[in-house]
C-alpha cells in the first residue's frame, strides 16, 4: 500500500521530484520524532540530494554528526552564553546530520554494521551532553575553566569506551 504525501513532511516549494524523494527516503509520520518531522526534515531531504551526487558516504554523514553533538556537550559545559547558543546550533546541525545519515542510506540502498553501531553512537552522545549541563552548573558557581572541560572528557572517554565491544562481535 503506497502512502500519500501527507505521510511526509512537505514544504510549498517541494517539487514533484522532492516529493518523490520524501518517500523514497525519509520515515512516515508515525515513525518520526516531533522535532525532526515539524522542522528538520522539511530541510534536510534537499541536503541529503544534493549529497547524494557526492562521494560522500552515509557514515561519514554519522562521524560529521557525532562531531557536532560531542562539540555540543563541550559548549553547554563552559556555561557561557555564547556556548550556549552556539551549542543550540551545534546540536540541531548534529540532529540534521543524524536525519541526513538515515535518508543517504535509504536513497542509495546501503545499510552496514558499522551504520547501526554509528548510529548507536550517536544515541550514546547524549550521555555526555546531559552531564555536560551538570558540568555548566558547576561553572556558574565559579568553577576554573579546566575542570569542568576535565570533566566532560572523562565523561566521553567512559560512554564511548562502553561501546567497544559492539565493534568487536
Not at 522539511?42 to 547524494?52: G, M, P
Not at 551549542?87 to 540502498?109: K, P, S
Request: include cysteine; aromatic fraction near 10%.
Amino acid at each position: 500500500m503506497k502512502q500519500s504525501t501527507n505521510a511526509y513532511p512537505t514544504l510549498p516549494l517541494d517539487s514533484e521530484r522532492i516529493l518523490k524523494a520524501r518517500q523514497r527516503c525519509q520515515k512516515p509520520r508515525e515513525q518520526e520524532e516531533i522535532w525532526s518531522w515539524f522542522v528538520l526534515r522539511r530541510v534536510t531531504v534537499y541536503v541529503t540530494l544534493l549529497l547524494n551526487r557526492t562521494p560522500f558516504t552515509p557514515n561519514g554523514v554519522s562521524w560529521l554528526g557525532i562531531g557536532f553533538f560531542l562539540l555540543t556537550g563541550w559548549l553547554v559545559a563552559v556555561g557561557e552564553t555564547w556556548s550556549h547558543l552556539l551549542a543550540v546550533v551545534t546540536y540541531n546541525t548534529g540532529y540534521a546530520c543524524d536525519c541526513i545519515d538515515g535518508e543517504l542510506a535509504r536513497l542509495r540502498n546501503k545499510t552496514s554494521r558499522r551504520g547501526v553501531f554509528l548510529d548507536t553512537l550517536i544515541r550514546a552522545c547524549s550521555i555526555p551532553i546531559v552531564a555536560s549541563i551538570g558540568l555548566a552548573l558547576v561553572r556558574w558557581h565559579e568553577v576554573s575553566f579546566g575542570e569542568p572541560s576535565l570533566v566532560y572528557g572523562i565523561v566521553v572517554m567512559s560512554t564511548m569506551a562502553l561501546l567497544v565491544p559492539s565493534l568487536i562481535t
